[in-house]
C-alpha cells in the first residue's frame, strides 16, 4: 500500500480543544535505514509492526505495510530496538473532510509538535486549520526514524 502525507509543524495547542481522540504512543525502530524502516510501535493497549519504503523524491509518498501484533510481543521487540525510543501522544483533529495525527512528542524531542494528514492523490485538496504553521513533508529530520537518532533536543 501506497502512503500519500503531508506533515506540517503546529503553531498553538489550539488542536488539543478540537481533538475526538487522544492516546500515548511508544514506538522503536528495529531497521532505520532511509531505503525502508522496520518499526514497532505500542498504541493503547496493541502492538504493531510497520515497514515503511523510501520516500518518493517530494516526499509525499511511500509504500507502506502495517499489521498488529500482541501487546507483549511489541513490548519484547522494544527492548532490541536501535538506541531513542520515541514518546508521544496522538490527537486526532476532524477538520473538513480529512483528519489530521498531531503528535505531541515528549523525552529528548519535548517540545516538538508536527500534524499529519493522510490524502488519497498527491494533489488533494484540504481545508487547513489555523493552528498549522511551516510544511515540512520531505524534510527527513522530521521522521520519527530520524528523532530517534537526531532528537529535537539537539538540534541548534
Given at each position: 500500500?501506497?502512503?500519500?502525507?503531508?506533515?506540517?509543524?503546529?503553531?498553538?495547542?489550539?488542536?488539543?480543544?478540537?481533538?475526538?481522540?487522544?492516546?500515548?504512543?511508544?514506538?522503536?525502530?528495529?531497521?532505520?535505514?532511509?531505503?525502508?524502516?522496520?518499526?514497532?510501535?505500542?498504541?493503547?493497549?496493541?502492538?504493531?509492526?510497520?515497514?515503511?519504503?523510501?520516500?518518493?523524491?517530494?516526499?509525499?509518498?511511500?509504500?507502506?505495510?502495517?499489521?498488529?501484533?500482541?501487546?507483549?510481543?511489541?513490548?519484547?521487540?522494544?527492548?532490541?530496538?536501535?538506541?531513542?525510543?520515541?514518546?508521544k501522544i496522538r490527537f486526532?483533529?476532524?477538520?473538513?473532510?480529512?483528519?489530521?495525527?498531531?503528535?505531541?512528542?515528549?523525552?529528548?524531542?519535548?517540545?516538538?509538535?508536527?500534524?499529519?494528514?493522510?490524502?488519497?492523490?498527491?494533489?488533494?485538496?484540504?481545508?487547513?486549520?489555523?493552528?498549522?504553521?511551516?510544511?515540512?513533508?520531505?524534510?527527513?529530520?522530521?521522521?520519527?526514524?530520524?528523532?530517534?537518532?537526531?532528537?529535537?533536543?539537539?538540534?541548534?
Open positions: 500500500m501506497i502512503e500519500i502525507e503531508r506533515k506540517y509543524l503546529v503553531t498553538s495547542n489550539n488542536f488539543k480543544t478540537e481533538a475526538f481522540n487522544s492516546y500515548a504512543i511508544k514506538q522503536g525502530f528495529l531497521n532505520s535505514e532511509k531505503e525502508r524502516t522496520v518499526r514497532v510501535r505500542l498504541k493503547k493497549d496493541k502492538g504493531y509492526l510497520t515497514i515503511k519504503g523510501k520516500s518518493s523524491d517530494d516526499g509525499l509518498s511511500r509504500f507502506e505495510w502495517e499489521r498488529e501484533i500482541p501487546k507483549l510481543e511489541a513490548e519484547h521487540l522494544l527492548q532490541i530496538c536501535e538506541e531513542g525510543i520515541i514518546d486526532e483533529v476532524k477538520y473538513g473532510n480529512h483528519t489530521f495525527e498531531v503528535d505531541e512528542f515528549f523525552g529528548d524531542n519535548k517540545g516538538l509538535v508536527i500534524a499529519e494528514v493522510e490524502l488519497n492523490t498527491k494533489d488533494e485538496m484540504f481545508i487547513k486549520p489555523d493552528w498549522l504553521g511551516k510544511e515540512v513533508t520531505g524534510d527527513i529530520k522530521y521522521y520519527n526514524s530520524q528523532l530517534s537518532k537526531k532528537p529535537f533536543k539537539n538540534w541548534k
